[in-house]
């Protein structure tokens, strides 16, 4: 039984619940333990920790740092977990990497004028309430806009957004080395998100994550598209090697059908353990 989902998304990101709302659906769900890890943001864990206080859930402060891809991978991202949210470094990622957003939706706005579909910069503010400026919101504009040509969200990224679309950008972010660093300055522990997204060079991009004292792998994670076992096996082996301590959730942003619900995917009370014993040993707690 799932116990522990450490992978989730709130307001202050792209996702569409609140802090307040994601503990009570946590609770609604059966877990134990929960940690809110908005994009390149922090400002959501205050309101959650008081409030997962008040309803007897644990609560671990997290984060989601758009990396610099290596080469061969187009995005990487690292998870920050059992950070300190009012360490210094990690609160200025916020106004870093709102500046690196705007860069890349304005690209991904000029990509899209060129194949024909007019959409601004201006209009992606509005959409977001000048917040998180990602790929979901240009996608919700673009299927508003134009519902006789763009069926759902998925066709959106598969044609246009995604890593295969015409109009993808790679994201700008902090570089891998810096990104752990950050977070160990802060107190927490740094995790590859969705490692199966890193591409065929893979294992030799978290060989390079390991060298910079990287601490673990998000392995138990699933979406409602299942990663092939044929992926995800090697990778357990590979952490099992280099001594990767395992982390998971559903990457949860909105209730719907065809996503993963919150707590459909975590660690059990096992692993949750398991990860919070690495993570007291490590910080001699």
Known sequence: MIKADLHVHSTHSDGELTPKQLIDYALEKGLSAISITDHDRVSANKEAQEYANEKGIEYIPGIEITATPPEGAKELHIVGLFINPDDKEIKNISERH????????????????????????????????????????????????YPDKLKDRKQVFNELLGKEGKAFVKARGTEMKEAIKI?????GIAIVAHPWHLGENK???IEEFISFGGDGIE????????????IIK????????????????T??????????DLGEYGL????????????KNKYNQ
């Open 234 to 249: 090697p990778l357990r082996r590979f952490s099992k090697k280099h001594r990767l301590v395992i982390s998971g959730g």
């Open 219 to 230: 392995l138990a994670y699933q979406s409602k598209k299942s990663v092939p076992k044929k």
């Open 98 to 145: 709102r500046k690196y957003s705007i860069e890349t939706s304005k690209k991904i706005i000029k990509n899209l004028n060129k194949l024909g579909y007019k959409i601004t910069f201006e209009e992606l503010v509005k959409e977001t309430n000048n917040k998180h400026l990602g790929r979901p919101f240009i996608a919700k504009i673009l299927l508003r806009k």
């Open 183 to 187: 977070i160990h300055n802060a107190g």
């Open 268 to 279: 059990t009370k096992k692993e949750f353990q398991k990860l919070k014993d690495y993570w």
């Open 251 to 260: 990457d949860f942003h909105e209730k719907k059908p065809d996503k993963s």
């Open 203 to 205: 294992e030799k991009i």
